[in-house]
């Protein structure tokens, strides 16, 4: 129920409920990811949209750091990698028309993936951005 300030005694305190914030992470496009999303038409306004779902538990965890998050109005699948909470990296997108979704062997591989992320350090990581091997998206900084 909302409560006017007329419905509230003055002397009352009023107890607001706020949706839960959620602490911005750091989030990559690989260089490869980049141009897939590029012939896609899928911006980074899209993807940092897609990644605060992800984060809210709105996407498939397919485990082992690996999730599947459906985006340009269900048309793609992306794989993306997540390192225990640090970041996240968009690594893989493919067309849902082309492909229903990725082998068992694939998944084994992203998996691996995601564990070589996670022994990254931030120096390996200014490194990759350096090189543009990953691209930072959704930081307004």
């Not at 409920?17 to 989030?27: A, G, L, N």
């Not at 992800?54 to 998050?69: E, I």
């Amino acid at each position: 129920m909302i409560y006017s300030w007329d419905e509230v005694a003055p002397s009352a305190t009023l107890l607001v409920m706020k949706t839960p914030v959620i602490d911005p992470v750091r989030t990559f496009k690989t260089s490869w990811f980049a141009k897939a999303a590029r012939k896609a038409h899928i911006g980074d306004d899209e993807l940092c949209a897609a990644i605060l779902q992800v984060m809210q538990g709105q996407a498939d965890d397919l485990g082992g750091g690996v999730y599947k998050r459906r985006l340009r109005k269900n048309q793609y699948r992306s794989i993306i990698l997540a390192r225990a909470g640090s970041f996240w990296i968009y690594e893989y997108l493919f067309a849902k028309q082309d492909r229903a979704n990725i082998d068992d062997d694939e998944l084994v591989e992203f998996r691996k993936l995601t564990k070589v992320y996670g022994s990254l350090t931030p120096k390996q990581v200014n490194r990759l951005l350096q090189d543009q091997d990953w691209m930072e998206i959704c930081n307004d900084n």
